[in-house]
């Protein structure tokens, strides 16, 4: 049975979540707020959020609802908010690999899975950052919102429930691993573009190929050719 549980304030939906999974059975359960003081992103990092502007949720699902890597399942939910926010937005957004969501050239919202066991039982922790109504980023330059982007005022409270719904609804649907695959380089940020990449201390060109069912992103190097890399070996400038 699927609940969808509300807090004023909050340090972590992510955090948060475990005291709501009160029973063996539980699945599908879900935790927004709209004022996260210490959201988290991946690998460490800080997910920012203004109060009341913006939706942090997080969704508990068992893993045994899946057979995908955990690679694929994020996969697969990078694209599921990729289809909410162009459905919401009537914008296609693009997914930076492996899963922030692109809109217009800036980031509006990010994603951080973790697998935890909680009451025996092992769950996918689906934590999701959408910018609704933010204005004003100061220093992180590639952030954005869905008004700055859009210039569309959206209710919290709606789009909250929609998401909520959407990805309860999905979620029990299993695509093939080849759509998610190719579902997800259809939408791949910067594919087959000419861009600038940080690897280590220095810079160089590259063209994005493709990801790859191992989490793995190929991109055609100007100096080494074809080289594949892991999240946080490299990094895209945009």
């Known amino acids: 049975m699927s609940q969808l549980f509300y807090l004023k304030e909050c340090s972590s939906t992510n955090d948060e979540i475990s005291k ?10 879900a935790l927004h707020t709209f004022n996260q003081t210490r959201g988290r992103g991946q690998y460490g990092n800080t997910w920012y959020s203004a109060a009341k ?16 890597s955990d690679f694929l399942f994020n996969y697969y939910t990078a694209i599921l908010i990729h289809d909410f926010i162009a459905n919401l937005t009537e914008v296609t957004p693009k997914i930076k690999w492996p899963n922030d969501i692109i809109l217009k ?4 919202a990010g994603i951080l899975i973790e697998k935890k066991k909680i009451n025996q039982k092992e769950y996918f922790i689906v934590g999701i950052g959408i910018n609704i109504l933010q204005e004003r980023f100061d220093a992180l330059s590639n952030a954005g919102s869905i ?4 210039g569309k005022e959206n209710s919290l409270e709606e789009i909250a429930l929609k998401l909520h719904h959407y990805l309860v609804k999905k979620l ?34 590259g063209i994005i190929k493709k990801a790859d069912e191992e989490g793995k992103l190929w991109i055609e190097l100007e100096k080494e050719g074809i080289s594949s890399f892991y999240h946080k070996e490299i990094k895209l400038l945009y």
């Open 147 to 150: 008004f700055t982007q859009t």
């Open 20 to 29: 709501f999974l009160l029973y063996k059975n539980s699945d599908f359960i």
């Open 53 to 68: 502007k913006n939706i942090a949720y997080t969704l508990a699902v068992s893993t045994q609802n899946f057979v995908y």
């Open 105 to 108: 050239n800036k980031k509006i």
């Open 172 to 205: 029990k649907e299993t695509p093939s691993n080849q759509m998610i695959i190719e579902q997800f380089n259809l939408h791949l940020f910067k594919k087959d573009e000419i861009s600038v990449f940080e690897i280590g201390e220095t810079r160089q060109n």
